[in-house]
């Protein structure tokens, strides 16, 4: 995403809170103030266990906070968050079977919130490239439909929540098919992922590979943005196909 983009001339200076302080923590605290963004508050989760470090009083001037942290922190932090009235992007995964949950302390504390499996503008593009993709395969029962994904061997997940939102968007071509999902973590892969339609005849990939974070940093600045006065409950990939923000 462009410089021009994420800040344009007349936006006003968003003050940040920043929750996780790991790999994607440090490169959102990093790029944010070249985003037009002050970062008024850093915590890792070592100061910030069940959500304790998170108060009124740490959070007041905040416009939004950036959630990056682990599974089973995500609920607490939103909670504790959601209570200040911040705003919030969350980019942890692992939590969406909880999704309903979390619309009630969104909706009850009446505060804005984005989420996404992925904060990539990239990955968001290709959950509608897979779906249409599976919906023309779909009609050739040649074609088995399969997912892979690799990631970094400290990621907590497997499958990756992206893995899942993939899987989610094709699978209702596939009626009688099940799309199997197969994970990999080794190394130091910042994450791939790859569709594909394999017959006897020859094989279709569709796949996307991350060369950094800065994409993710840059989609969940650009989140924070948006969301910034909002109220209500948001996937990101809404947020990008509704153009809202342009």
């Known amino acids: ?127 509608r490239l897979a779906r249409q993709a599976a919906e023309m395969f779909a009609a050739f029962p040649i074609y088995d439909p399969y997912l892979t994904e690799t990631h970094h061997q400290f990621k907590k997940d497997a499958p990756s929540g992206t893995a899942l939102e993939i899987k989610r968007q094709v699978q209702p071509a596939f009626k009688d098919r099940e799309v199997p999902v197969v994970s990999t973590r080794a190394g130091y892969f910042p994450g791939v992922h790859e569709l594909g339609f394999d017959s006897e005849a020859d094989t279709i990939i569709l796949r996307h590979t991350a060369r950094s974070r800065q994409g993710f940093a840059e989609g969940a600045l650009y989140a924070a943005r948006w969301v910034g006065g909002k109220k209500g409950l948001f996937n990101f990939a809404d947020v990008l196909e509704k153009g809202i923000g342009r």
């Open 1 to 127: 995403m462009s410089e021009s983009t994420n800040n344009p001339a007349n936006a006003a200076v968003l003050k940040l809170a920043i929750l996780g302080y790991g790999k994607m923590g440090r490169t959102i605290a990093q790029l944010a103030p070249q985003r037009g963004f002050e970062v008024r508050l850093v915590m890792d989760i070592d100061v910030n266990a069940g959500g304790a470090g998170v108060t009124p009083e740490k959070f007041k001037g905040v416009d939004v906070c950036i959630e990056f942290t682990e599974p089973k922190a995500v609920l607490d932090n939103i909670r504790r968050v959601a209570e200040t009235g911040c705003n919030l992007v969350v980019g942890t995964t692992g939590w969406h079977s909880r999704l309903d949950e979390v619309r009630k302390i969104v909706e009850s504390n009446g505060i804005g919130m984005v989420y996404a499996a992925n904060f990539s503008i990239g990955v968001n593009l290709f959950y």
